[in-house]
């Protein structure tokens, strides 16, 4: 084994958290940033069409109360511009097509006064919640020992309302409503501000995209880090103390006082450590898988579907493809529609043949816009379920128990190890806010940890 590379911190993972947290920190401390990849951003990619246009394979939008990454777009030189938002929705529902404005579709009243009871419910629950200590909510625990799918059953009066909650729901978490704590997904809405602001575009979470990408913010990141950042660096071991940390990454020791680990949880609990993990925070760990979700994109000449007065928004609840956006960027040329496939189906379509997938995604989309989607100039797909070092987007998840029996550990070090990433965040948890938010609050806590010893 080589000599020890010594550093004031050592950051695991260069996704959005690790690499803020290595910003913040490289003005004051020694730092040195081990990414398992080749490349930066984790959750965040992009790809390169034929003509030489980008788009985001991963996460990609920012939207009002996401102030933090907001300051960093502009502290880089980047900039923004919204969704289109313009024109009419689409939704496919009992086989039959039909037009729409705004966020619920059209529905027969009884219908749309019941979803709409459903919404208003949900948000007025998650509003009570603090989203820093949600078990200690006087109904943490009822809530926590049901799924949505179980509170869904009870408050929608039609199959059809709880059909289109469902899509709601798998928009959001990429899951079923059966996988998840009600509680969860409460203070993910919480998180987020509301169900219905993770829902909206604009002036809600897809308001906004990113010139030249989310993946170009991480980069820009890792550019002012330098040397500082060691990529095809996977983490082996971790060995700890209250005296610091030794950490093998690819043949090579790094020691530091302090290390933050910034990883998805599912991906941190891989890693050998020594002494072995808390056993609380390993049953955490297990218990939080992330979402299912395939992001699938085609390029056309034009974005036609505006010629017809549409938004590029779509909801088909029985669709491989159950929502669909209007992903062109401003001042190019070509039309990009984005659709996910997300939870069972997911699942269902991950490692299955590319041509067959993307044949699937195209007739979905054809079931919306008609026949010219059948026709891209170019299409691509990433299929996080498949993808190693993360096995899932967007986010970690909480079935029922979880909060209330392990929730409180999610946030607290362990010895000399820091934990950030999106999945430990309090405001925008799931979002690339909420990784900026992790690593801010696990530089704080490194940082007086420091000046304490």
């Not at 788009?55 to 939008?61: H, I, K, N, S, T």
């Not at 991480?218 to 060691?230: I, P, W, Y």
């Not at 790094?254 to 599912?266: E, G, V």
């Not at 491989?320 to 001042?331: I, P």
Request: hydrophobic share 40%.
């Amino acid at each position: 084994m080589a000599t020890a590379h010594r550093h004031d911190v050592i950051i695991i993972g260069a996704g959005l958290s690790g690499l803020h947290a290595a910003d913040r920190l490289k003005s004051t401390r020694d730092v040195v940033l081990l990414e398992a990849r080749d490349r930066v951003g984790g959750r965040a990619l992009a790809h390169t069409f034929a003509n030489g246009d980008t788009v985001d394979l991963g996460g990609q939008w920012v939207g009002p109360g996401q102030e933090r990454l907001y300051a960093l777009i502009e502290q880089l030189g980047m900039k923004t511009w919204p969704l289109w938002d313009t024109g009419d929705r689409l939704i496919v529902n009992r086989g039959k097509l039909g037009r729409y404005t705004g966020t619920i579709p059209k529905l027969a009243p009884h219908v749309l006064l019941n979803v709409h009871l459903m919404m208003t419910r949900f948000d007025a629950m998650a509003a009570e919640l603090d989203p820093a200590s949600p078990w200690t909510h006087p109904k943490a625990t009822e809530w926590d020992h049901q799924t949505v799918g179980q509170w869904m059953e009870k408050q929608a009066f039609t199959r059809q309302a709880f059909e289109i909650f469902a899509v709601g729901i798998g928009a959001v978490f990429t899951a079923e409503p059966h996988e998840i704590s009600l509680l969860h997904a409460l203070f993910y809405a919480r998180a987020g501000t509301s169900l219905d602001n993770l829902l909206a575009t604009s002036g809600g979470a897809q308001q906004d995209r990113v010139h030249g990408d989310m993946a170009g913010v991480a980069q820009r990141l890792a550019e002012g880090l330098g040397d500082r950042v060691k990529l095809n660096h996977p983490v082996e071991q971790i060995e700890w103390s209250e005296d610091g940390v030794t950490v093998t990454a690819a043949g090579q020791q790094f020691t530091a006082r302090r290390a933050i680990l910034a990883l998805p949880p599912t991906q941190a609990v891989r890693l050998r450590y020594d002494p072995v993990l808390p056993s609380r925070r390993a049953a955490l760990w297990q218990r939080m898988p992330p979402g299912a979700c395939i992001k699938c994109i085609a390029q056309y000449e034009t974005p036609f579907w505006r010629e017809d007065g549409l938004a590029g928004q779509a909801v088909g609840p029985d669709l491989e493809v159950r929502v669909t956006f209007d992903n062109s960027e401003a001042g190019k040329s070509a039309g990009l529609l984005l659709g996910f496939i997300e939870g069972d189906h997911a699942r269902h379509w991950s490692g299955r043949d590319p041509g067959e997938r993307k044949a699937a995604v195209l007739a979905a989309f054809a079931r919306f816009f008609g026949e010219k989607a059948l026709h891209p100039i170019d299409y691509v797909d990433q299929d996080w379920i498949a993808e190693d070092y993360t096995r899932g987007c967007y986010a970690a998840l909480m079935g029922p128990g979880v909060w209330t029996s392990l929730g409180m550990e999610l946030r607290r070090p362990i010895g000399p190890i820091h934990v950030a990433g999106t999945e430990t965040a309090t405001h925008y948890y799931g979002y690339f806010e909420g990784a900026l938010q992790a690593a801010e609050r696990a530089v704080d806590e490194v940082e007086a940890a420091l000046a304490a010893s």
